[in-house]
């Protein structure tokens, strides 16, 4: 029920000077932007442009330097407050692309008391002056570094408040609940009624089966920009490196058939059709006296431990049983059996969903039935390329969600058990919380510190 947190409030009056930076990047172009923000935008007016600008209009007119002389000729936008970007005074001046030229600028403008602006300041500014929200920050930072179309779409739909609006209706539901609950409270005599009569356990349920449904998506989201950690784990010498390398498209991983090559569990970026991956080979498991070995073999089985999904290697032209190895895996981590070297043992490539685990037949070394893992890799991230729906969210959004879903579940456990209107406003009120993060409306300094500084300058 608090409308703004105090800490932004405190934090938005400490930020009153004026701010500049080049915004286009760092190398010579046709056209380069230095972007200020803040009330000395009415100075470098006066002093570097010589001229009243009409609010929003294109104005070509000379740059001047302190000695009277030009230092470019370009184009001059002003942006008054509070319709700009940051919701301070905004004056882009564009002119050419020169880093030099740039530099001589961003000079003139700095000597009149202006500083430079940090990372990712101007986004912060606009957050901090309510013109965006948190998650619409960080997609703006998301986009620009997209590298593939589905990111660079799902960025726009978290900017243009798709994700916004859904963490705006949780709240709502959980505001809507809490005032009830505290008039429940407040008229204690008549708590009883109020709790059993009232639909409050049906709303409860209500708004746990709709934080379910956000919390997939935003974990899909999350999966989209940060990817899946896939984890290759099998005997030695099964062909778990020919598999990485043939994943990564690159020879990443050394491939012999001298048994324990990969001693070291080896972490690849990769990507599949712009998905991301983080892709881990490993040591093959299997009982060895070489001390180097059991090191990597121990640190498999923690990369195990931490993968969204492990890929069991077995080798299909041997009889390669995998009884032992599956009891040495967590049962709690998804895993797909791949039967390679279908080359060799003459069968064809396929996968089959309908077992209790996937279970892909394929090639490492001709490539045959890769596809069908690729094609399945996608589906499980949630990775289509019409995906429509999908928004960037960050592991940050999926723990916060995480967190209230938790409490509204503890909620109606406390409901459910009779422990008192108290104990369920309480869970209500984290819950809330949790949410707020997502959007910025609770924060602390130091999450913003971390969010903001991983921009670019300019931005
Ligand atoms: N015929 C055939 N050989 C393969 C295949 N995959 C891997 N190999 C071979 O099996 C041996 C072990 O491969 P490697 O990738 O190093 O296995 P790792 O020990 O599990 O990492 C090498 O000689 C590979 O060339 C495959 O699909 N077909
Ligand atoms: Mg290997």
């Known amino acids: 029920m608090v409308a703004a947190s105090a800490s932004t409030r405190r934090l938005a009056t400490l930020t009153t000077d004026t701010i500049a930076a080049i915004a286009t990047p760092p190398a010579r172009g046709g056209i380069g932007i230095v972007r200020i923000s803040g009330e000395l935008v009415e100075r470098v007016c006066r002093e570097v442009l010589r001229q009243d600008l009409r609010p929003r209009h294109a104005h070509f ?5 302190t000695d009277d002389s030009i230092l470019d000729s370009g184009v001059a936008l002003l942006f008054p407050q509070p319709h700009s970007f940051t919701g301070e ?9 020169s880093p030099m030229l740039l530099d001589l600028l961003l000079r003139r403008i700095t000597r009149l008391g202006i500083r430079l602006a940090r990372p990712g300041e101007f986004s912060e500014r606009a957050f901090l002056n309510g013109k965006i929200d948190l998650i619409q920050a960080e997609a703006i930072a998301d986009l620009i570094e997209s590298s593939t179309e589905t990111a660079a779409r799902s960025a726009q739909r978290s900017l243009q408040g798709e994700f916004s609006t859904l963490i705006h ?22 708590e009883i009624d109020y709790l059993t009569e009232s639909n409050t356990a049906q709303r409860l349920q209500a708004l746990s089966t709709r934080l379910e449904e956000i919390l997939g998506s935003a974990r899909k989201g999350s999966v989209l920009r940060e990817g899946l950690t896939v984890v290759i784990a099998g005997r030695p010498n099964v062909g778990k490196s020919s598999l990485l390398n043939r994943l990564a498209q690159k020879d990443l991983a050394i491939v012999t058939d001298i048994a324990g090559t990969t001693r070291d569990a080896l972490r690849e970026y990769i990507q599949i059709d712009g998905m991301p991956l983080h892709i881990v080979d490993t040591a093959g498991i299997h009982d060895s006296e070489d001390p180097i070995e059991q090191e990597g073999i121990r640190r498999a089985h923690t990369a195990i431990a931490s993968a969204d999904l492990t890929l069991l290697i077995l080798d299909d032209s041997t009889n390669d049983a995998d009884d032992d190895l599956l009891a040495q895996l967590p049962p709690e981590i998804p895993l797909i059996k791949v039967y390679n070297k279908i080359d060799l043992s003459g069968r064809s490539a396929s996968i089959d969903e309908n077992e209790n685990c996937v279970v892909v037949h394929l090639s490492a070394k001709t490539g045959l039935g890769i596809k069908l893992l690729q094609e399945h890799l996608k589906k499980m991230a949630g990775y289509e390329s019409d995906s429509a729906h999908v928004f960037t969210a960050r592991r940050r959004h999926v723990d916060a969600l995480e967190r209230a879903h938790t409490a509204v579940t503890t ?5 459910q058990t ?29 999450l913003l510190g971390s969010i ?4 670019c300058i300019g931005k």
């Open 418 to 446: 009779g422990s008192g209107a108290e104990l369920v406003a309480e869970e209500l009120r984290l819950a809330q919380t949790s949410v707020g993060e997502i959007t910025g409306e609770f924060t602390t300094e130091d």
């Open 169 to 190: 209706e949780l709240r709502d539901a959980l505001i809507g609940i809490r005032s009830f609950l505290e008039a429940a409270i407040d008229f204690s005599d008549e």
């Open 89 to 97: 005074h905004v004056l882009e001046l564009h002119c050419h692309g």
């Open 452 to 455: 903001f500084s991983s921009f």
């Open 411 to 415: 909620a109606i456990l406390h409901l």
């Open 61 to 65: 007119l000379p740059f001047y330097d």
